[in-house]
């Protein structure tokens, strides 16, 4: 669970993750992600250094000691390397700070 603070929204990762990758990534990424260049090239996201699960993520918003709201639910990659998301106040924008300071912006 990551979370910026009392009563407040947090992103929760399921711990069981999605059993076939390969559909999902054709779906997630780009084609231009997927595509080699040249030849003998290996794609970051078909790495063997890059491994990743796919989760299922919910942002939920904690409005008191009793209620608990779900904003919105989405797949994303569950990297084994360092891996941190940042938000802005409404949760429309994500920030995905991967390790070699890969960062990627998302928005809902």
């Not at 990424?29 to 794609?43: P, R, T």
């Not at 938000?87 to 429309?92: C, G, P, R, T, V």
Request: with cysteine; proline share 1%; hydrophobic share 35%.
């Amino acid at each position: 669970m990551f979370k910026s603070g009392l009563y407040e929204k947090c992103l929760l990762v399921s711990s069981d993750h999605l059993e076939s990758n390969d559909g999902i990534e054709a779906q997630y990424f780009e084609s231009s992600m997927l595509e080699k260049k040249f030849d003998g090239q290996i794609v970051f996201v078909k790495s063997n250094n890059n491994k990743k699960e796919f989760h299922q993520f919910k942002m939920i918003e904690i409005t008191n000691s009793n209620e608990v709201k779900t904003l919105y639910t989405f797949i994303h990659p569950k990297y084994q390397e360092s891996q941190q998301f940042y938000f802005n106040k409404e949760a429309d924008l994500m920030i995905e700070w991967l390790s070699h300071n890969r960062v990627l912006l998302y928005n809902q």
